[in-house]
């Protein structure tokens, strides 16, 4: 079964940029691979931000963006906020099969 | 507005069964896939079974669950289910159940399997 990679944490401070990473053990991740991205804070219910690489939904902040690069499906914050300190899941699909990454823990300070 | 209510959830013995269920509103059931995740205390996500849409003739399961678990829908109900049998320790979590995978998520149901 294919694994799914993220950084387990990053650190970014108010107003700053960050992005965050989810490859593919099967080599690079393409919009085959319909990449989701996830928030999940303390306590609360997982909120989908991207689908299909670069969807937002009505809810997605737009400091938050998806894209593909190099090689990796990847989440960009662009002026990060205290609100956006939580957790966040990627997911790839493989044929139909979806496969949740670790998670990267993001700390705004 | 899109709304996934689950419930069934609880404390069950090791090798004891549980059905979940979930219920949906404020879109077309019928034409969507869903799914189920959990979450175990402290750990990450993880997908468990999706289930295509229009019939639910397509089935999936994480190889963790395979063999134990079976999902379902009821297109007539707008619900959908996850039947888990012989149920461990290591399936206590949270369940989700997702809007296709997973683009709006219910509020969870925990499982706890303890003797």
């Known amino acids: 079964q294919a694994v799914v990679t993220q950084e387990p944490s990053l650190t970014v401070s108010p107003g700053e940029t960050v992005t965050l990473t989810c490859g593919s053990s099967t080599g690079a991740v393409t919009s085959g691979h319909y990449p989701y991205w996830f928030q999940q804070k303390p306590g609360q219910v997982p909120r989908t931000l991207i689908y299909e690489t670069i969807v937002k939904h009505s809810w997605t902040p737009a400091r938050f963006s998806g894209s593909l690069l190099g090689g990796k499906a990847a989440l960009t914050l662009s002026g990060a906020q205290p609100e956006d300190e939580a957790e966040y899941y990627c997911l790839l699909s493989y044929s139909g099969v979806p496969v949740f990454g670790p998670g990267t823990k993001v700390t705004v300070l | 507005e899109v709304q996934l209510l689950e419930s069934g959830g609880g404390l069950v013995q090791p090798g004891g069964s549980l059905r979940l269920s979930c219920e949906a509103s404020?879109?077309?059931?019928?034409?969507?896939?869903m799914s189920w995740v959990r979450q175990a205390p402290g750990k990450g996500l993880e997908w468990v079974s999706s289930?295509?849409?229009?019939?639910?003739?397509?089935?999936s399961y994480a190889d963790s669950v395979k063999g134990r678990f079976t999902i379902s829908r009821d297109d007539s109900k707008n619900t959908f289910y996850l039947q888990m049998n012989s149920l461990r320790a290591e399936d206590t979590a949270v369940y989700y159940c997702?809007?296709?995978?997973?683009?709006?998520w219910g509020q969870g149901t925990l499982v706890t399997v303890s003797a």
């Open positions: 997702g809007l296709r995978t997973v683009d709006y």
């Open positions: 289930i295509s849409g229009s019939g639910g003739t397509t089935k």
């Open positions: 404020g879109f077309i059931f019928s034409t969507y896939a």
